[in-house]
């Protein structure tokens, strides 16, 4: 006979194996650390800043482009 297998066991084991893999996947694939996020939010930030300093004319509201009748 072979061994005795408790399928509640094997069951749970299978499901977690397969959360995991999901979860290495979904980490490969959406993971960045906070950290990361913020410094490339604040790289972006100040790169639009030096674009806009850097215009040879300030850009014109859209407000102020409307007659005041």
Do not use: C
């Not at 604040?42 to 409307?66: A, F, G, I, W």
């Amino acid at each position: 006979m072979g061994d005795v297998i408790n399928l509640n066991q094997y069951r749970k084991q299978r499901e977690r194996s397969e959360r995991q893999k999901q979860s290495a996947e979904n980490r490969t694939k959406y993971g960045r650390r906070k950290s990361d996020r913020v410094r490339n939010d604040q790289d972006q930030q100040k790169r639009s800043r030096e674009l806009d300093n850097k215009l040879l004319m300030p850009p014109v509201d859209q407000d102020d482009t409307k007659d005041p009748a």
